[in-house]
């Protein structure tokens, strides 16, 4: 979490409004983030849920200089500039706000500079966005790319609700932002929150794969913007192992909690010859070896598997080629075994 608020400052053209919000608890069901924007059964396109929208007339009251860094970050990181404009509004009025925390030192709760960041969450996020050397989370320059980060991390821009709710903990936040965003944009906009997988990583997925495989990449690549957490089983962090796991248990089959126990449960499988739905192990983590692998992920196809990759990676889960890297050991098959089959046929 960014940081604990319990009151969002909105900067309007006369002067400070002031909205007390709900403490929301720490822990949530993930189905609170299935807000439409796309169904289990379906998929977003993610080029159209970072489109870059044409800047409104309330766009001409941001400041020039900031106005210029939404737009330029939005195309770096493929959010819409607006959304990012929404939460500079909320957030500090654009960097105008006299308040503490915005120019120097922090605020009550910890937060400094125009997108309001905690250090611990800046010394995670921060970008050098000027190429100076140094990531200054009080330079708009650095932290309006950070935010973008921050919130691609989180999910944005295909999972908006989700990557603002991270952002801050408050739904009258998160609405606040989208409010903003909507008239930055002269209501051009719409937030995307998808629930399923994404049209661009799932494309390619052959027929093949039979709706069994369907349904357990669908679960796994909904998980996409949730954090890695080492030991983590869900619904809200996963690490790598325990995201493969839940994955095949959305659809009834039984595999083993661990990357060490997994790797010899499934039937070897050459290297070229994955198909969709098997496990591809990594000599990556400690006590690994190239006959323990530590890591696995997915593969969905072309060469890529969902993974959950690690605390500090962007995204913590997500899409990656497994062929590029060094690491990658071997792969398995966990449909093939015997008793898989057995599970299969029980549920017929």
């Given at each position: 979490?960014?940081?604990?608020?319990?009151?969002?400052?909105?900067?309007?053209?006369?002067?400070?409004?002031l909205?007390a919000?709900?403490?929301?608890?720490?822990?949530?069901?993930?189905?609170?983030?299935?807000?439409?924007?796309?169904?289990?059964?379906?998929?977003?396109?993610?080029?159209r849920?970072?489109?870059?929208?044409?800047?409104?007339?309330?766009?001409?009251a941001?400041?020039?200089?900031?106005l210029?860094?939404?737009?330029?970050?939005?195309?770096?990181?493929?959010?819409?500039?607006?959304?990012?404009?929404?939460?500079?509004?909320?957030?500090?009025?654009?960097?105008?706000?006299?308040?503490?925390?915005?120019?120097?030192?922090?605020?009550?709760?910890?937060?400094?500079?125009?997108?309001?960041?905690?250090?611990?969450?800046?010394?995670?996020?921060?970008?050098?966005?000027?190429?100076?050397?140094?990531?200054?989370?009080?330079?708009?320059?650095?932290?309006?790319?950070?935010?973008?980060?921050?919130l691609?991390h989180?999910g944005?821009?295909?999972?908006?609700?989700?990557?603002?709710?991270?952002?801050?903990?408050?739904?009258?936040y998160?609405n606040?932002?989208?409010?903003?965003?909507?008239?930055?944009?002269?209501?051009?906009?719409?937030?995307v929150?998808?629930?399923?997988?994404?049209?661009?990583?799932?494309?390619?997925?052959?027929?093949?794969?039979?709706?069994?495989?369907?349904?357990?990449?669908?679960?796994?690549?909904?998980?996409?913007?949730?954090?890695?957490?080492?030991?983590?089983?869900?619904?809200?962090?996963?690490?790598?192992?325990?995201?493969?796991?839940?994955?095949?248990?959305?659809v009834?089959?039984?595999?083993?909690?661990?990357?060490f126990v997994?790797?010899?449960?499934?039937v070897?499988?050459?290297?070229?010859?994955?198909?969709p739905g098997?496990?591809?192990?990594?000599?990556?983590?400690?006590?690994?070896?190239?006959?323990n692998?530590?890591?696995?992920?997915?593969?969905?196809?072309?060469?890529?598997?969902?993974v959950?990759?690690c605390?500090?990676?962007?995204?913590?889960?997500?899409?990656q080629?497994?062929?590029?890297r060094?690491?990658?050991?071997?792969?398995?098959?966990?449909?093939a075994?015997?008793e898989?089959l057995?599970?299969?046929?029980?549920?017929?």
């Amino acid at each position: 979490m960014r940081r604990r608020v319990v009151m969002v400052v909105a900067f309007g053209g006369t002067g400070l409004l002031l909205l007390a919000l709900l403490i929301v608890p720490a822990f949530f069901s993930a189905t609170q983030f299935l807000f439409g924007g796309g169904g289990a059964t379906g998929c977003v396109d993610a080029s159209r849920a970072g489109s870059q929208p044409a800047a409104a007339q309330d766009a001409g009251a941001i400041p020039a200089d900031y106005l210029e860094l939404y737009k330029k970050t939005g195309a770096d990181y493929g959010i819409p500039w607006n959304l990012l404009a929404g939460v500079g509004k909320v957030e500090t009025g654009h960097g105008t706000s006299e308040l503490p925390g915005v120019r120097s030192g922090e605020n009550y709760a910890g937060a400094g500079g125009p997108m309001q960041f905690l250090e611990p969450t800046w010394r995670a996020f921060g970008v050098d966005g000027d190429k100076d050397g140094d990531k200054d989370r009080y330079d708009p320059k650095d932290a309006i790319p950070g935010a973008a980060r921050y919130l691609k991390h989180n999910g944005a821009p295909e999972r908006t609700r989700t990557a603002l709710y991270m952002y801050n903990h408050s739904w009258d936040y998160v609405n606040l932002v989208l409010r903003w965003a909507d008239r930055y944009a002269d209501g051009d906009f719409q937030a995307v929150q998808a629930s399923g997988p994404l049209c661009s990583d799932t494309e390619g997925l052959p027929a093949s794969a039979g709706a069994v495989v369907q349904r357990i990449i669908d679960f796994a690549m909904a998980q996409r913007g949730k954090r890695y957490i080492l030991g983590a089983a869900g619904p809200d962090a996963w690490d790598c192992s325990s995201l493969i796991q839940a994955a095949y248990r959305s659809v009834g089959i039984s595999i083993p909690r661990t990357t060490f126990v997994q790797w010899p449960f499934g039937v070897k499988i050459d290297k070229g010859k994955e198909q969709p739905g098997d496990l591809v192990f990594f000599n990556s983590g400690p006590w690994t070896s190239a006959n323990n692998p530590g890591h696995v992920g997915m593969v969905i196809g072309n060469g890529k598997m969902i993974v959950a990759r690690c605390a500090s990676c962007v995204p913590n889960i997500g899409v990656q080629n497994y062929r590029i890297r060094g690491d990658w050991v071997g792969v398995t098959r966990p449909l093939a075994k015997p008793e898989i089959l057995r599970q299969l046929e029980g549920q017929q």
